[in-house]
């Protein structure tokens, strides 16, 4: 059996004498697409803040691609292969569309202050390919012709493909998206889907937090549920629907979403 | 007629000088939201720096053609090592603090620096040496001279420098992201602590040149200079719009000129009963002004979009 990408054993975060996760395992293999669903406040967007180095966890192993981090610093996650979107856009909303695209880039180019100030032929070079290379990605996500665009005069879905993009710049392995398909129609659902499925089949492993349970359920080869942090269920979709836990979580509380 | 040329040419210099230095406030603000009240200092140390070299260097007999650009490298290196000790030392420990601590550790690093100066270069002005033969050029009937002509080219050519850097180059695009969005930055691989460091290293080498500029012209520099200077540079930031780069150069280059005409004419306004010694009361009455009627300057964006 091949080691997973993502590995998670007993991972708990607290904010104060508030535990948002405990005691949370889970593995995610290399090119699946994982879901992560709960009701609101079940502590998914914390995890995501776990393993993109937002949050350093209090409890735990967080290994990534055979490699164990305690307190990371999310660059080095960046330069490690995770890359993420948020669940309310965080674009660079004065930059272009293009330039937002190339700052994903950074972790995979070098050029520094000297770079900057001399403008040598392998500064050059790299600033030509970074372009080159954002704007295939533009083109891949589908809003190329924005590309001059401030981030923050383009529509919604249009933002939230930027986002995609942009996280895609930074040659992920693991691409992490938080409710991408929030607050778009059906048809822009639709074509989000198959955008996440053409990614997977480059080879990059998916893992999203989604209410859109259709979706989720219709994309994913397996989910886990959390609630209250922990987590009550895994498995591929089907197993997990007839789960009693995950029925009582999302319809036999108070709070329930 | 003679009177505003004039005036013009002067508010020109003196306004290069402070957009220079206005620049080094901007961009310290647009990434930390901080005001860096010690980079009047930077100015001043960079000034005092340049001069000991250039005497120093003269005294070896080093050409002048030599030793003044050796001696500004120096104190540029010199003020991009204490921009980056500022930093260091006095902010990046405060980074979560509220934002009324940094505004004090920038004030008592202003005050050390101030004394340390004072120490090692005592509390006499410094003569500027003369160094090329400062030919003066008539135009219309004002005057112009070698110095000053320098003055502006030089900062004419940094500026624009300066804005191919931060609009054309990845380190620029990761100065900008830093600005918008630190945490959405780092995901992408921005080390924000080296982005921040750069920054204020390069506002320090920026105020470095602008200190050999002032004590070129003036022909002297003094450990308590900074003080003014970063006064007025912090003005004309605000003027611009602070935390907008092109603000600032706008606002150093207006503000010089207000000046200039002010003190310029200010004698003929009130017949006589106020002189040209007044000058500094007009920058601070725009500073005022500009935060009574325009806080967020002429270029600066509305202040609802930072918070």
């Not at chain 1, 900057?116 to 070079?125: D, V």
Request: with cysteine; aromatic share 6%; hydrophobic share 50%.
């Amino acid at each position: 059996m091949t080691v997973p990408l993502l590995e998670l054993s007993g991972v708990g975060k607290q904010f104060g004498g508030l535990s948002a996760l405990s005691e949370v395992s889970l593995h995610i293999k290399r090119g699946e697409i994982y879901g992560l669903i709960g009701p609101n406040g079940a502590g998914k967007t914390t995890l995501f803040n776990v393993i993109t180095g937002l949050y350093q966890l209090n409890a735990g192993e967080f290994n990534f691609n055979g490699r164990s981090y305690q307190t990371p610093k999310p660059h080095f996650l960046a330069q490690a292969g995770i890359a993420r979107t948020f669940q309310n856009i965080r674009l660079f909303a004065n930059l272009t569309a293009l330039e937002n695209v190339m700052i994903g880039r950074h972790v995979r180019t070098k050029a520094g202050v000297f770079g900057a100030l001399l403008r040598n032929k392998s500064t050059r070079n790299e600033e030509r390919a970074s372009t080159e290379r954002a704007r295939e990605l533009l083109r891949y996500v589908g809003i190329v012709k924005a590309h001059q665009t401030l981030a923050k005069n383009l529509s919604y879905g249009e933002q939230r493909r930027l986002e995609i993009a942009r996280a895609l710049a930074t040659d992920p392995l693991l691409l992490a998206l938080d409710e991408p398909a929030a607050g778009m129609n059906a048809t822009e659902t639709e074509s989000l889907k198959v955008l996440l499925q053409d990614i997977r089949s480059t080879g990059i492993t998916v893992m999203l937090i989604e209410h859109d349970v259709k979706l989720i359920m219709g994309l994913c080869d397996r989910v886990a549920v959390l609630d209250y942090g922990r987590k009550i269920a895994e498995g591929v979709p089907d197993e997990v629907r007839q789960n009693p836990a995950v029925i009582a979580a999302y319809l036999g509380v108070d709070d329930a979403a | 007629m003679e009177i505003f040329l004039q005036q013009i040419i002067n508010g020109l210099v003196q306004g290069s000088v402070y957009a220079l230095v206005a620049l080094g406030y901007t961009m310290v603000y647009g990434i930390l939201g901080l005001i860096n009240f010690a980079h009047g200092e930077v100015v001043m140390v960079g000034a005092m720096l340049a001069l000991s070299a250039l005497t120093a260097l003269i005294g070896w007999d080093v050409s002048p053609l030599l030793a003044l650009p050796l001696s500004l490298i120096l104190a540029m290196a010199g003020c991009m090592a204490l921009g980056y000790g500022i930093e260091r030392v006095a902010y990046r420990p405060l980074r979560h603090a509220p934002r009324l601590a940094p505004l004090i550790t920038a004030i008592g690093v202003s005050i050390v620096l101030q004394n340390l100066a004072m120490m090692i270069w005592g509390r006499e002005y410094h003569a500027f040496p003369q160094l090329i033969n400062n030919q003066p050029h008539h135009i219309g009937g004002a005057i112009i001279n070698d110095i000053q002509i320098i003055i502006v080219i030089m900062a004419v050519m940094i500026m624009t420098g300066l804005m191919l850097v931060v609009h054309r180059t990845r380190l620029g695009r990761a100065m900008r992201a830093v600005a918008e969005n630190q945490h959405a930055a780092q995901l992408m691989g921005v080390d924000i602590n080296r982005v921040i460091s750069i920054t204020f290293m390069l506002g320090s080498a920026l105020a470095a040149i602008a200190g050999l500029m002032v004590s070129a012209n003036y022909g002297l520099a003094h450990y308590y200079m900074g003080f003014m200077l970063g006064l007025k540079a912090f003005t004309a930031a605000v003027l611009g719009g602070i935390g907008n780069l092109r603000g600032a150069m706008l606002g150093g280059l207006l503000l010089g000129l207000i000046e200039s005409l002010g003190a310029g004419y200010i004698g003929d306004l009130t017949g006589g009963f106020l002189g040209s010694q007044y000058q500094d009361v007009f920058a601070f009455f725009v500073l005022i002004a500009v935060l009574v009627f325009r806080p967020s300057g002429l270029l600066g964006e509305r202040l609802a979009e930072r918070a």
